[in-house]
Structures are given as C-alpha cells and as structure tokens.
C-alpha cells in the first residue's frame, strides 16, 4: 500500500476506532461547539437586524452556506497544514477530527442509559433518562412506548451521527487532493444547522429554511443506506423494504 492509499484509508479506520473506544473526551472542544458558538452569534446578529421574510431567508442562506463551506475550508486547511510539519501527524489530526463527526459511542451510551433501569422495572428513572434525548413529554410513558422512543431516536441519528459522516468521509477520500475531513466537517456542519435553526416555528421560519432543506438533500443518500443495511442485518431486508415505502415513501 502506496503513501497516498495510507494517507486515506488509515484515517477513517482510526476514526472508528477512536470513536469506538473513547468517544467524545468530557470537557474537550469539540467542532459541533464551535461551529453552535458561530450559530448563535449569527443568529443574534440577525435577529437584531432583519424583520422581513425576504433578509431572514437571504441570511439564512448565507448562514448555511458559509458555515458549511467555511468547515470543510478550514478542515482541510487543519490537515494539510498538519501534514506539512509530518505526515503522521496528519494522519493522525485526520483521525481525530474524522472521529469528532461520528457519534456511533455517544448513541449506544444513550441507549443503555435508558435500557438499563428499563430492564430494572424502573420506569420512572427509564422515563427521566429518556427525557434528555427526546423533545416529547416522557411523564406518561409505558414501557413498549419508552422502547419505541429510543429505537427512533438511535435510528434516526445513526444517519447524521454515523452513516452520513461515514459517507461523505469515504467520498471526500475519493477525490483528489479533498480528502475526508472537508466533507465529514462540511456535512456535521449541515447537521448542527438544521439541529439549531431548521425549524418551522418563529423565529427560525425563514432563516432556517434553507439549512433545513440542504440538509435533508445532503443526507437522502445517507439515509437510504442507513434502511439498507438495517434491512441486511435484521435478516428481512424485503420486510424493511416495505414497511419504509409504507411509512415514509422515497
């Protein structure tokens, strides 16, 4: 295996394993809090100064389009930059930055920190760990309901936590002279817009309006592969098949 192969294929298994094995360090700065600092002081800013339909959409747009730019730039600026003083270095900032997008560790934690007083007949403490990860009411909830809620929601962000970053890793490697983090950071940069400002309620109506339909564009994709090796893993890959094109068709 030649320098260049090395260079691309190395990172994103130590990504995994980094992510498999540690997670996200307590107390380390993180993209995603970064990229929420430049979120909410734009939004701020705009709030103060942008009243019209027409200025929130134009802002929204060049919110989401200089953020997601703007980390795939400043990724690739990091590893190459990196790279320059030693290229094990830049593996290794590669991996580091790769396994900050994946969040494979931080979903099994919240799952077996609300199975585990599930399995414990605790329902009250099953309920309460719930409430951290869900935006439903969890007061009221009977076990089969709590199990649904917490299959959703690691389902949902095996997408953007996972598979999607996994994706564009792979597809950025693909590309000459891009390489994984640009388009890992570019996409996690999608996913944080439309987590804080993709909304329909006021006030983010028409600023997140445009972030919220990229990033539905940027994980069809992702998304599609998600239910497919879902469907390879749970044995029925017809079952599964179908019961998507029920619920929710493509």
């Known amino acids: 295996m030649n320098h260049g192969s090395l260079s691309t294929v190395v990172p994103l298994v130590l990504a995994a394993l980094l992510d498999f094995w540690i997670g996200d360090p307590w107390g380390w700065l993180h993209p995603v809090q970064v990229m929420g600092w430049a979120i909410a002081g734009y939004t701020h800013w705009v709030f103060q100064h942008c009243y019209q339909p027409l200025t929130l959409r134009v802002a929204g747009t060049f919110l989401g389009l200089a953020l997601v730019i703007g980390s795939g730039v400043i990724g690739w600026g990091i590893v190459t930059f990196a790279a320059q003083i030693h290229p094990l270095l830049g593996i290794g900032t590669q991996s580091i930055l790769l396994a900050s997008c994946l969040a494979a560790r931080s979903l099994r934690a919240a799952a077996v920190d609300v199975l585990t007083p599930l399995e414990q007949g605790n329902l009250p403490q099953a309920r309460r760990q719930l409430q951290q990860y869900v935006g439903r009411d969890t007061e009221h909830l009977e076990a089969a309901e709590i199990l ?103």
Not at 161 to 168: D, E, K, S, T
């Open 148 to 250: 649904r809620a917490i299959l959703e929601t690691v389902t949902e962000n095996a997408t953007d936590g996972v598979m999607a970053p996994l994706f564009y890793g792979l597809l950025g490697a693909a590309l000459p002279g891009v390489g994984s983090v640009p388009l890992a950071l570019a996409y996690k940069a999608a996913s944080t817009l439309d987590s804080t400002v993709g909304y329909r309620e006021p006030p983010y109506t028409y600023l997140g309006w445009f972030s919220a339909r990229m990033e539905d564009g940027l994980t069809w994709v992702p998304c599609r592969l998600t239910i497919l090796t879902l469907a390879l893993i749970a044995g029925k890959p017809r079952t599964v098949w179908r019961l998507c094109w029920r619920d929710a068709p493509p």
